[in-house]
C-alpha cells in the first residue's frame, strides 16, 4: 500500500471509532478511548517521522509546518483526556474536541497536502514510503500502548 493509501486508511478508522466512543459508555467508552489514542499515536509518529520529511519542499513546507502544530494540538488532547474518567462530564467534551481537530486535520491533508505530494513522489517512492511506515505501524503495535508516548511529546511541535 502507498504512504497516500495507508494514511486516508488510518484516517477512516478512526473516523469510525470516533462514532463508536460516541455511543459507547463506561468501560467500553475507556476501552475504545485507549484504542483510539493508540491509533492516533501511531498515525503521528508515522507522518512526522517519515511522511513529512519525505513530503518536504517548497510548495508543502508551510502545509507541513501546520500539521506538526495540529499533531501538537492533539496530543494534548490526548494526554489530557488520558487523565480524565470517563465517567466525567468533561471526558464527552474532550472527546468531541478531539473528534473536531483529528477530522479537519485529516480533511486539509487529503485536500491539501496529498494532492502536492502525489505530485513530488512518484508512485515507486510512495510505494516504498508505504512499506516504511507500515514496518513502523507493526513495530509501535508489538511495543503495545503507543499512546502512553504521547504525553512526553507535548513541549512542542516535531521538526520537520
Known amino acids: 500500500m502507498n504512504a ?13 471509532m470516533f462514532e463508536k466512543i460516541e455511543k459507547a459508555d463506561g ?13 492516533l499515536a501511531i498515525h ?22 501546520e500539521a506538526v502544530e495540529e499533531h501538537l494540538s492533539v496530543k494534548r488532547l490526548i494526554a489530557d483526556t488520558m487523565k480524565c474518567d470517563p465517567e466525567d462530564e468533561q471526558f464527552d ?10 477530522l479537519e486535520h485529516a480533511k486539509e491533508e487529503e485536500k491539501e497536502l496529498f494532492p502536492k ?3 513530488l513522489l ?7 514510503l508505504g512499506v516504511v511506515m507500515e514496518d513502523m505501524v507493526k ?18 511541535p516535531a521538526p520537520l
Open 122 to 128: 512518484s508512485r515507486d517512492e510512495l510505494d516504498d
Open 117 to 119: 505530494v502525489r505530485k
Open 4 to 16: 497516500i493509501e495507508l494514511l486516508k486508511e488510518q484516517h477512516d478508522e478512526v473516523e469510525d
Open 27 to 39: 468501560a467500553k467508552k475507556e476501552a475504545l478511548f485507549e484504542k483510539l489514542a493508540d491509533a
Open 93 to 102: 467534551a474532550k472527546i468531541a474536541v478531539l473528534k473536531e481537530q483529528v
Open 44 to 65: 503521528a509518529t508515522i507522518e512526522e517521522k517519515h511522511f513529512y520529511p519525505s513530503a518536504k519542499a517548497e510548495q508543502t513546507e508551510e502545509l507541513l509546518r
Open 139 to 156: 513495530e509501535l503495535q508489538e511495543k503495545g500502548a503507543p499512546r502512553m508516548q504521547v504525553p512526553s511529546e507535548i513541549g512542542a
